[in-house]
């Protein structure tokens, strides 16, 4: 007989981590290998005699590791490593500019509903094409553009974004974190180049490098909102300083 996640009080806890590590014990032997799909939750399902809730929260938690990529409507593949930092915690850019003594601007670029495409709607767990709200705006420190915001959100979990004044006393994620509560956070840094609109948009030149920190947050399980901050990287820096217990390791 299967064991279920009803066995026990503690069993949702034990048997999620034993399906993450079925998948790394698997990707470490080399029998999965980067850019491999691994079975679908269903198989995954029948194969460990396990709910598809805990199958499905463990495949996320190895997603949001960098560990595998979720295609909505495809499939789940093993990821090429590509390491990042989670050290980075929520801040509000205003409370960072004022904290300075700085004068914070925002000014909004757009803001509308669209279909999302094929990259944005798989980021928010959704189909290809469904309607989302899209925000685009700049955030200002005296009156140098530090950081352009690139945001999709989930009309379901946040139906009111779209219906709000952001400006220099609101801004998105202030809104979005004082409405709806959080329970589950990714960020991951990259450097890139900007685009030709983004680099207008933060008045620099197309060979500028700059620093992008993606962001997506969960609320019950599900996606609320993903977003990019795109910063010039001469103009701003990205870091965080946090208290830890006693029995934490330093590296």
Not at 103 to 128: D, K, M, N
Not at 195 to 211: F, G, M, W, Y
Not at 227 to 241: A, D, E, I, Q, W
Request: negative net charge.
């Amino acid at each position: 007989m299967k064991k279920t996640d009803t066995d026990s009080v503690t069993a949702p806890k034990a048997l999620y981590l034993q399906a993450k590590q079925f998948v790394l014990e698997r990707t470490a032997s080399g029998f999965w290998k980067p850019g491999d799909m691994i079975p679908s939750e269903n198989q995954l399902v029948n194969e460990l005699g396990m709910s598809r809730m805990t199958i499905n929260r463990a495949l996320r938690e190895l997603t949001s590791e960098g560990y595998l990529e979720r295609t909505s409507g495809v499939g789940t593949f093993i990821a090429e490593r590509k390491p990042h930092s989670n050290l980075l915690q929520i801040a509000n850019i205003a409370d960072e500019i004022i904290s300075r003594g700085h004068r914070y601007h925002c000014e909004v670029l757009e803001l509308g509903r669209v279909a999302a495409p094929f990259a944005i709607a798989s980021a928010l767990e959704l189909t290809t094409g469904s309607s989302v709200y899209h925000l685009r705006c700049v955030h200002y420190e005296e009156d140098l553009a530090v950081q352009l915001e690139d945001r999709y959100v989930s009309p379901t979990m946040a139906p009111d974004f779209i219906h709000q004044q952001f400006d220099d006393a609101l801004q998105p994620s202030r809104y979005l974190l004082n409405s709806i509560p959080v329970d589950e956070i990714e960020h991951i840094v990259d450097a890139l180049l900007p685009s030709e609109e983004d680099a207008k948009a933060l008045e620099i030149d197309v060979n500028e490098p700059c620093l992008a920190l993606m962001r997506r947050t969960w609320s019950a399980s599900r996606v609320v909102t993903y977003v990019k901050f795109l910063h010039p990287s001469m103009r701003y820096r990205l870091g965080s300083r946090y208290s830890v217990d006693a029995t934490s390791h330093a590296g």
